[in-house]
T-cell receptor, first 115, second 114 residues
């Protein structure tokens, strides 16, 4: 059984550009959540995808968008990058979308630097 | 809105000493509470979770946490710290409806000295 994987590991972009981050969920998991972790902060919830649809969102602007594919892998897209978007982006997968009791399994993250 | 406070940003303990990391939460309903650990360059690993029942929860790596509703606290403890426990620890509260949103605290960085 493979765990949650994310790619790329590191990424450098310039302000105004667009970026796509990828996540492969743990085998059998149909729910993926994305978090942003700025330096020195705890992770902040961006949104959650369940069976290819967004079913929950945190306080992030629409330029943060996502996709989930039939195999339950996921992408996070960020348009018009700003300096404050520099952070570690974490993906987490779980079995059940609505249950806060379900364990989320986190990937190692993608470190995004915006110059 | 739910929130989590971890009052200690950085803690240093000697190897073999006991450890307690503090966490206070704010949530209107029955909280779902978690402790995660993050080592440098790694993702988050779940140490333990509380949903209901026994207020003393046992986790992995010898950690335990106690839920105290009257104090809105969920402190993490370990009787004897090992050098490998040096990491950052996050307390989190879960949202209980519709989707699985977890709110994290700012984290406590644990340093272990010989």
């Amino acid at each position: 059984e493979t765990g949650v994987t994310q790619s790329p590991t590191h990424l450098i972009k310039t302000r105004g550009q667009q970026v796509t981050l990828r996540c492969s969920s743990q085998s059998g998991h149909n729910t993926v959540s994305w978090y942003q972790q700025a330096l020195g902060q705890g992770p902040q919830f961006i949104f959650q995808y369940y069976r290819e649809e967004e079913n929950g969102r945190g306080n992030f602007p629409p330029r943060f968008s996502g996709l989930q594919f039939p195999n339950y892998s996921s992408e996070l897209n960020v348009n018009a990058l700003e300096l404050d978007d520099s952070a570690l982006y974490l993906c987490a997968s779980s079995l059940n979308r609505g249950s806060s009791t379900d364990t989320q399994y986190f990937g190692p993250g993608t470190r995004l630097t915006v110059l | 809105a739910q929130s989590v406070t971890q009052p200690d940003i950085h803690i240093t303990v000697s190897e073999g000493a006991s450890l307690e990391l503090r966490c206070n939460y704010s949530y209107g309903a029955t909280p779902y509470l978690f402790w995660y650990v993050q080592s440098p360059g790694q993702g988050l690993q779940l140490l333990l979770k509380y949903f209901s029942g026994d207020t003393l929860v046992q986790g992995i790596k010898g950690f335990e946490a106690e839920f105290k509703r009257s104090q809105s606290s969920f402190n993490l403890r370990k009787p004897s710290v090992h050098w490998s426990d040096a990491a950052e620890y996050f307390c989190a509260v879960g949202y209980s409806g519709g989707y699985q949103k977890v709110t994290f605290g700012i984290g406590t960085k644990l340093q272990v000295i010989p």
